[in-house]
């Protein structure tokens, strides 16, 4: 029996999720069981990326949320109203919510749970922070036999597009942050992002998560990115820094175990040693630091927003209630008395996939050979290599080694049978004393 999605909104996300949903092959098996049961939009007539048989769209959200046959509310409307209404009133009729509106959450976070909580049903976010990358289920799950204490960020793709900019082109914020506005990068009105409100918003549900508490959003510290000019990002760099707008959440380590101890929750520019992970996550990507006992560090890495990686997120947690529904009904229905699986969890495969033989390897390599050095030689491994198909990016002779001229070769993207076959051949030539080292470049 299919599970079947009430979408809310069919946007940038909403679309994307449409086509993950639509588009099943070589996903998680359980992508079959999803129905796409209603979408609401505001505009019907509107021009969508995605054809939906008309029957299926409606203008009327509340019908959505309040359908019987409805189990999976899916929120990807964004903004506070009539996303948080639309919200409560899904849950009171006990259907289970997906949303991506970290604004509403980080606002009505209490409100929500505490009616989600009361209702028994479950309200995933994982697409409110961070877009593709997974970091609310670790921070639930993977994480959870650790004490946490610190949450740093780069969690607003924007503000990190318009800092790399400054760093690499030595520009003004202003200018860049219009040029950004005429490519696509930011929003018209900007002011979410670049005052750091969006990554605060973000900040204050990770903390949330990572501590156990509720956060209230007006005491996060917030510091967007409009002062930071190019004389400064020049100064931190002559230092030794980049610039990076970072949302912070912090526990004070030495306080771990005092249920009383204040967490610091903010959001400002700051000067990150280059060495530090985080100085090295450029452009619109995002990526989230987590600190924490025995753990040490681990970082979630990619794309912060986008249809696509959003959208992937709003999926994955679609998954994660199905897989809980389809046990529940699955075990009332069992005869034989086997419990049934969640299907996330367990293994749902059987078949061996055949692996391909690493002759077969289409890559780049290194080889460092040792030879006599006399005339003729690099043009014998040049030749070599030719009759079988090995054409060489590069070859240098870099001096002398015991007596013996080393010669190192680049090779383009080669059959990896190929140049052994070639190898087995330069070995042999009595010219070369040593295939001293070969690996292959990515
Ligand atoms: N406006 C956000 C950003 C994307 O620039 O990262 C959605 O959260």
Redesign the pocket.
Known sequence: MAFKIGLLGLGTVGTGTVQILRDPVQRHPLVNDLEIYRVGVRSPAKARAVDLPAHLITTDLDAIVTDPAVDIVVEVIGGLEPARSLILKAIAHGKHVVTAN?AAIARYGAEIFTAAEQAGVYVLLEAAVG?GIPVIEPLKQSLCANRLHTVTGII???TNYILTRMQNEGGDFADILADAQRLGYAEADPTA?VDGL?AADKIAILASLAFGGRIKLSEVHCEGIRQVSAADIAYADKLGFVIKLLAVAKRDARSLLDESAQLQVRVHPTLVPKSHPLASVNDVNNAILIEGDPIGQVMFFGP??GAGPTASAVVADILNIAAILKVERGSAARSDGTPLLDPLLACSHQDYYAIAPIAALVTRFYARFLTGDFPGVIGKLGTCFGNHDVSLESIVQTGLRDGLAEIVVVTHHVREGNFRTALDEIRAMESVSQIASTLRVL
């Open positions: 970290k877009g607003n793709g924007t992002d969006d912060g927003a």
